[in-house]
């Protein structure tokens, strides 16, 4: 019985510090939209199907839809940001898991 404890709080020590590993995150999700630009002798306003592509990270904040411009210098860095966030969440469901388990065994 000591034995299964210790195993289960060493297993449980992992999954928490897997947690901490995970790196700068960021809550949202990212789109990409056609968009004219503003200057006025572009192919943009010409060619209305020759729209240049922006990047968006939208989030609820109290129930309304929240969206922040990413500029393309700032683009890898928002990808890796949430891609981290989705990582986060499926260690956080791990451990909760885990701890369903352990609550069930008790």
Not at 2 to 10: C, D, M, R, S
Not at 74 to 94: F, G, P, S, T, V
Request: glycine share 2%; aromatic share 6%; hydrophobic share 30%.
């Amino acid at each position: 019985m000591i034995k299964v404890k210790e195993n289960l709080q060493e297993k449980q020590k992992k999954l928490i510090e897997s947690l901490s590993q995970v790196g700068p995150f960021i809550e949202g999700s990212l789109s990409t939209v056609a968009r004219p630009c503003g200057n006025p002798n572009c192919r943009c306003r010409k060619d209305p199907t020759k729209k240049h592509p922006s990047t968006y990270l939208t989030w609820k904040d109290n129930k309304k839809t929240k969206a922040l411009y990413i500029p393309v210098a700032h683009l890898e860095d928002a990808e890796l940001w949430n891609a981290n966030y989705k990582k986060l969440k499926k260690q956080i469901r791990k451990v909760s898991d885990f701890h369903k388990k352990l609550l069930r065994a008790k």
